[in-house]
């Protein structure tokens, strides 16, 4: 069985979008000012876990709780984030053609997790590794191993990584043993070695794999 292995915020689904909107719907529920939205926009614009709204609540001294912010956070992350038809359609058509599907992904397993099923994505795929449940990061070969263990394969077996971010993702990959297709857009560093392919779009990358089926 072939394996890939995609990103999922920048890649599967756009964060970016979703989050501006995320916050400013959690700030007008619960009656935080524009100071805190501001804090929140800045502190959360890589990626958000629960540490983030104890320290809101300290820094702002909220009425809510910590933990019941984080909860609302995620629901309306939920609610905001999408995943396209057509990379739906692509990842079905991947599966049918035989492809083990993983995510890697550097974030709270917690609302990971919850994007994935929001969006159609958790029934298609069939592992997942996200950073926060183990305190691995990408580019760390372990959480590459664990999404292909998850996927029900070996890494040593090899395989694609997809993503977005050129140090995690690619540079990860190839460390992994993994052919790469970058999503560009991000800076790409000195001496990172260069991605096996380069698209513009996630799809783009889903015909590539489509393509090395045949
Ligand atoms: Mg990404």
Redesign the pocket.
């Known amino acids: 069985m072939r394996l890939v292995l995609f ?5 599967l689904v756009d964060r970016q979008l979703a989050y501006g909107g995320a916050v400013a719907d959690l700030c007008h529920r619960y009656g935080l000012g524009p100071e805190a939205e501001a804090w929140l926009i800045s502190e959360l614009a890589d990626r958000a876990n629960a540490v983030d709204f104890f320290r809101l609540c300290e820094v702002f001294d909220l009425e809510p709780s910590a933990a019941e912010l984080w909860r609302g956070y995620i629901d309306l992350m939920v609610a905001a984030v999408t995943c396209r038809a057509e990379v739906l359609e692509g990842l079905a058509r991947l599966r049918a053609a035989g492809w083990a599907i993983g995510v890697i992904t550097n974030g709270a397993g917690d609302i990971q997790r919850a994007k994935l099923a929001g969006t159609g994505l958790a029934s298609l795929v069939d592992g997942v590794a996200a950073s926060g449940d183990l305190e691995i990061r990408k580019p760390d070969r372990r959480l590459f191993e664990l999404g292909a263990t998850r996927c029900g394969v070996s890494l040593a077996d090899g395989g694609w990584m997809v ?3 050129p140090t ?2 690619i540079g990860g990959g190839h460390q992994a043993g993994l052919r790469t297709i970058w999503l560009r857009g991000r800076p790409w560093p000195d001496g990172l070695p260069a991605a096996y392919h380069v698209v513009d779009d996630v799809t783009d990358a889903i015909t590539i794999l489509l393509a090395e089926t045949e």
Do not use: Q
């Open positions: 990103d999922l915020d920048g890649t993503g977005d971010n995690g993702d």
